[in-house]
């Protein structure tokens, strides 16, 4: 393996001087049951939101913190854009196209988590647009958690799927500001690539 002299006089070798090729084996393995956790747990919510609970009847949780209120959302998540639902499977097509590109260079556990739960999320609410009622690639996703009132008072309904998302593009953006990257390798203050993950796996 060759090696060159960092700006710092300290000996780097080649995979912390860039971007290394191929992906994990392992990454890919924690992206893949962290995206099906989240759709299966997701979809179990909504099946028994649907059969459990009943629209304009909240069930008040954890001494009103939250409440249960089924929704059909035609929006995205968090209820946004309604109106537009014929949409939103496209732009959930795109997303999952781009994690599988990523998917292809992908050697940070963590960043998988991240990825996963975005992935998920994604997953979890295109399977209500595409079998819910009221039209295939038209249906209206399962919501069912509101926060501190039965009715979005304070914050919009949503379920878990959202969650995921919101979890995931969260998680994803501190791994940025920490300076780890999605090959395994962390940037320096400076810019530059610095250590890279141990243990990793190619395939």
């Not at 962290?34 to 008040?60: C, F, I, Y």
């Not at 008072?153 to 999605?182: H, I, K, M, P």
Request: hydrophobic share 45%; proline share 4%.
């Amino acid at each position: 393996m060759n090696a060159d002299k960092a700006a710092d006089g300290t000996t780097a070798t080649e995979p912390e001087l860039g971007r290394r090729p191929g992906f994990s084996v392992r990454a890919v393995v924690v992206l893949a049951i962290t995206a099906l956790v989240a759709v299966g747990v997701d979809q179990l919510v909504k099946e028994l939101s649907t059969n459990g609970l009943t629209e304009g009847r909240p069930v008040r949780v954890l001494g009103g913190l939250v409440y249960l209120s089924l929704l059909r959302n035609s929006g995205a998540a968090f209820s946004l854009g309604s109106g537009f639902t014929w949409v939103f499977p496209l732009v959930t097509l795109t997303v999952i196209g781009w994690i599988t590109w990523m998917a292809t260079r992908l050697r940070s556990v963590p960043w998988a988590i991240a990825l996963g739960l975005v992935l998920g999320g994604a997953l979890g609410n295109l399977g209500d647009r595409v079998f819910r009622a009221p039209s295939p690639f038209q249906g209206h996703v399962v919501d069912m958690f509101s926060l501190f009132g039965p009715y979005a008072e304070y914050f919009a309904v949503f379920n878990v799927a959202d969650a995921c998302l919101s979890v995931g593009v969260v998680l994803a953006v501190l791994l940025e500001l920490t300076g780890r990257q999605r090959d395994g390798s962390r940037m320096t203050k400076a810019g530059k690539p610095g250590k890279t993950e141990k243990n990793e796996k190619t395939a």
